[in-house]
């Protein structure tokens, strides 16, 4: 810094000699320009009268003595600079002329000395801030202050030193070029901006040179613009360089000011690196039981490169598991992801070998040569076998069944199998929870699909069961299947009115006037659509007051058969009309219409129906109505509350000890049906369907209408030979019979007798066996148990029964 300030000092003395050598040469030539300005106008304030204006005009010769001034700039000395003398011709040296400077700067930056007219400097000046001042002189009479001159405008100029160093306003600058780039290859261009003046001098030529970044990276020391120097520069080698620049004015010469930046160059990739597998083999495992789309493993094939350049695309070129899995490439990390394709199993193949490839999509030409970019490894897949469930064949049943099968009608065989080596035993059931209303019923062992309930399709038109299958010897494996049972209709549900219909007929109509359209609907879908019959019913068929017409579109018209219908003969027809369905078979149903007759206008438009038609007295008044209203409604009133007070006095204020609830007895006359109770339920029709009679003898401990089920069941049923059939439909018979008995649960009986284990336990023939136990205990039983005493032969001591 201090070289550098004197450096400015001492051409600011040579332009301080120079600047005052021109001052006094350059006072003579602005001599011409003043007397040019003496000739305008004076300016508006300074008019006067016209001998003033006369005066000025002959006296004004104009021998201002400037044009424009010229100052260096950054001044250091302690007095104020000189810059220039103002002087009027009309001064006589003897102090009469007063000198006024205004404008810009003006007592601030540049004071006058009013009385010789010289102009300093008071204040450091910086070209580079403000390159000129302009300001405005006048001379006065010091004792009148009235101007001696126009007032004049003048310019004083800041001459430049080279006092400012070339600035990077736009560094530390980052750029980037791609590796392996040629000699010469354009990387970026730097520019330095020198505040000094460009038109004067060399202050402001600014050449370039590095300082740093040889031997990668040149300069153009006129452009600035940078070029690589080295050729195959390597990304992976060194990706990161830091180049200075500097920007030296002057033109580079001694003595010049300098400015340096920075310039991080990184050297982009390209693809000049094949990809390599870092292992030739892999082993990896899976289990049989994985889903599609699992993942079984993971390869990798490295690229030294990066971005697009290090992109992968993995894929298998040979192996015998094309088929069964797939790879496919995660974008995050170019790995490669190998998942199941198809489902694995171990009993038919317990291992794979594949050749997987990687490869870069995006290849460059000029780097072919560094190939190939691709490489191969082997990869051996090994699956291991786990308990599965049991598998369904097929895996999804669909099944149609009309509306009135039987209960126990098997509509499909369930098969299902245990895929593993073991083969275990199945047992099916249904999940209750999509048959809730437990319309089927599957055979444990079999597998037999069966209806336990009556199938409705009006009701319920789809079933979706889902049934399970177990392995006997390993209850955790369930397997399910799907079974979507479709209900077929039957003719079942006769047809019937759309609605009640409820006509009228006018007492003055005429034959064949039509009073009713009706129409019917049908619960059943049959295919070939809905048609309906109509007609009168057998009763009615010769009906002599109406008639019926079928318009052959399921509507029929009921008809006036005669004329002069009277309300006082008769105001209510009921006309029963027959409907029959197109169905197989055909359905049919009657429907009665009533018919009111009414008095009608001339319009035929209903004014009364009722027989009779209540008209009250003229005589009564609506307030005579209300008061009687009102008297009937007060003596209700007072008849109730009469019935209350005396049911109040009958009821005792003491509760009575038959009526406490903790000393009731409560007696119950009701005994079982000892072995007669057997008849309830019988056991051998279990064992013996095809021997079940249809007619059972009655129990005779119960009432009349409490009898045993089996009366209930079907003959079908009875005959069938599946069991379960039968079962099923007397469940089913139990739990629609309100008065039957609570046998709704099957008792396992085992077999005992002389070829059993528990051999015979009947008591029959205990007496024929050597018994010591004796029964003499019985005669102190009293009279009651006398016929028990002498069954066993128990006598008292003299021998003599009671």
Known sequence: M?????????????????????????????????????????????????????????????????????????YTGTDPLYVGKLHSDMDRGDGSIKYILSGEGAGIVFTIDDATGDIHA??????????????????????????????????IKIQDINDN????????YVASVPEMSPVGTSV?????????????GNSARVVYSILQGQPYFSVDSRTGLIRTALMNMDREAKEYY??????????????????????NISLSDVNDNPPRFPQKHYQMSVLESAPVSSTVGRVLAKDLDEGINAEMKYSFVDGDGLDVFDITTEPNRQVGVITVRKPLNFESKKSYTLKVEGANPHLEMRFLNLGPFRDTATVHITVEDVEEPPLFEPSFYFVEVPEDVDIGTTIQMIYAKDPDVTNNSIRYSID????????????????????????????????????????????????????????????????????????FVCENAKAGQLIQTVSAVDQDDPQEGQHFYYSLAPEAANNPNFTLRDNQDNTAWILTRRSGFRQHEQNIFYLPILIVDN?????????????????????GLVMSCNAEAYVLPVSLSRGALIAILACIFVLLVLVLLILSMRRHRKQPYIIDEDENIHENIVRYDDEGGGEEDTEAFDIAALWNPREAQVVLKSRQDMMPEIESLSRYVPQACTVDSSVHSYVLAKLYEADMD????????????MFEGNGSVAESLSSLQSASTDSEQSYDYLTDWGPRFKKLAEMYGATEGNGALW
């Open 738 to 749: 309100l008065w039957a008995p609570p046998f709704d649960s099957l008792q396992t009986y």
């Open 165 to 172: 160093e070339p600035k990077f306003l736009d560094g530390p």
């Open 583 to 603: 169905g197989r078979p055909m359905l049919s149903s009657t429907g009665t219409v009533t018919i009111h007759v009414c008095s009608c206008d001339d319009k």
């Open 122 to 155: 008071i204040q450091r000046l910086d070209r580079e801030e403000r390159s000129q001042y302009t300001l405005r002189a006048q001379a006065l009479d010091r004792l009148t202050g009235r101007p001696m001159e126009p007032e004049s405008e003048f310019i």
């Open 2 to 74: 201090a070289t550098r300030t004197s450096c400015k000092m001492d051409r600011a003395r040579k332009w301080l000699g120079l600047s005052i050598s021109l001052s006094c040469c350059l006072m003579m030539n602005l001599v011409t320009a003043v007397l040019s300005a003496s000739s305008r106008p004076p300016s508006k304030g300074q008019e006067g009268s016209l001998s003033d204006n006369l005066l000025l005009h002959l006296r004004m010769k104009r021998s201002w003595v400037w044009n424009q001034f010229f100052v260096l700039e950054e």
């Open 188 to 200: 970026i261009q730097v520019t330095a901006t020198d505040a000094d003046d460009p038109t004067y």
């Open 242 to 263: 830091e180049v200075i620049i500097q920007a030296k004015d002057m033109g580079g010469q001694l003595g010049g000011l300098a400015g340096t930046t920075t310039v």
């Open 432 to 503: 209750r929870s999509s048959d809730p209303g437990r319309f089927f019923y599957v055979d444990i062992a079999t597998g037999a699909l069966m209806t336990a309930r009556p199938l409705d399709r009006e009701d319920i038109l789809w079933h979706n069961i889902t049934v399970l299958a177990v392995e006997l010897n390993n209850p955790s494996q369930v397997g399910s299947v799907s079974v979507t049972i479709r209900v077929l209709d039957v003719n079942d549900n006769a047809p019937e009115f759309s609605r009640f219909y409820e006509a």
